[in-house]
């Protein structure tokens, strides 16, 4: 999606450690325009899909989700949560999944309410690197009994396993932009050539 490339470009940062740095438009101030426009290039992607259900994991997926449900006829948006609280009850499916921005741990927590082998579910998410957010999530609709019908990722690291790895394992992955290189010293951002 050009698009979102320019403004990768424009506004992203690129530091040491692999880091791409776009929170003044992705995922800490959000441009819902550009989420919008995302959402649209989704849709059309995933057009024959039967999307019942859009999963995320919070905090960063859960706007590009919400704006995206819009474009497949406002499915409702489930958000997997990073932790416990009194406010989830009953019976809940449980992944635990490690954070490449955070360097830790934690357990990824859906309700069985809001899952079941009755959906059809489309993974969104703003950043695919190792791919381990989205195996734990992947985890979470296998054990509701959960089609994934498709994953949608705004930024995926090509140069990164994650992507590979879920594509051999017969994802549909629909990644927006893919960094193919990155260089902290000057800035630069290669992006793959995408058909």
């Known amino acids: 999606m050009q698009e979102l490339e320019e403004r990768i470009r424009k506004n992203g940062i690129v530091k040491p450690g692999n880091v791409l740095k776009v929170d003044s438009f992705l995922n800490h101030q959000c441009d819902v325009t550009l989420f919008d426009h995302m ?65 830790r741990e934690f357990p990824v927590i859906v309700s069985r309410k809001y899952l079941s082998s009755e959906d059809s579910v489309l993974i969104l998410d703003d950043f695919l690197a190792n791919g381990n957010a989205l195996q734990g999530l992947i985890d979470i609709c296998n054990h509701a009994g959960a089609k994934v019908a498709g994953i949608g990722i705004a930024i995926e690291k090509g140069f990164q396993s994650g992507g590979d790895s879920l594509r051999e394992a017969g994802y549909d992955v629909a990644s927006l932009a893919i960094v193919d290189s990155m260089n902290p010293s000057d800035g630069s951002i290669i992006f793959r050539e995408q058909i």
Request: hydrophobic share 45%; charged share 20%.
């Open 39 to 103: 959402g649209e290039e989704w849709a059309k992607h995933f057009k024959d899909a039967n999307i019942t259900k859009i999963l995320t994991i919070e905090a960063s997926g859960i706007g590009i989700a919400c704006v995206a449900a819009r474009h497949f006829g406002n499915v409702p948006v489930v958000f997997a949560k990073k932790a416990q609280s009194i406010n989830l009850d009953g019976d809940q499916y449980v992944s635990t999944v490690f954070s490449f921005t955070k360097q």
